[in-house]
């Protein structure tokens, strides 16, 4: 089994930046895609960005892109994602999110297609 916990999230201004971390244990996630997904009060989850476990396919919805930049260090078991610009409509909990599935330039975007999660990190925005 994998476990992934997150870490990173906080308070921040807006244009801040915030990185946050998904170290996984249990089992190696190099053969795994990893997505971002982040899940607002009132809102369903939504997509925010995901890498493939050869990190040659990367995907971000369109509301972030340019501001975050997802990346892998397979080494350190564990997925980032770097959060530059914030907006307040960024204010989220933000979880991860693992499956070992796809090939090796693929990630999906759909929460449904992942099998491990983490329990998420609070990431808060003021204006």
């Known amino acids: 089994q994998v476990q992934l916990v997150e870490s990173g999230g906080g308070l921040v201004q807006a244009g801040g930046s915030l990185r946050l971390s998904c170290a996984a244990s249990?089992?190696?996630?190099?053969?795994?895609?990893v997505g971002w997904f982040r899940q607002a009060p009132g809102k369903e989850r939504e997509f925010v960005a995901a890498?493939?476990?050869?990190?040659?396919?990367?995907y971000y919805a369109d509301s972030v892109k340019g501001r975050f930049t997802i990346s892998r260090h397979n080494a350190k078991n564990t997925v980032y994602l770097q959060m530059n610009n914030l907006k307040p409509e960024d204010t989220a909990v933000y979880y991860c999110?693992?499956?070992?599935?796809?090939?090796?330039?693929?990630?999906?975007?759909?929460?449904?297609?992942?099998?491990?999660w983490g329990q998420g990190t609070q990431v808060t925005v003021s204006s």
């Open positions: 999110a693992a499956d070992p599935r796809y090939s090796s330039d693929y990630a999906p975007f759909s929460a449904a297609q992942y099998d491990y």
């Open positions: 890498i493939s476990w050869s990190g040659g396919s990367i």
């Open positions: 249990g089992r190696t996630i190099s053969s795994y895609a």
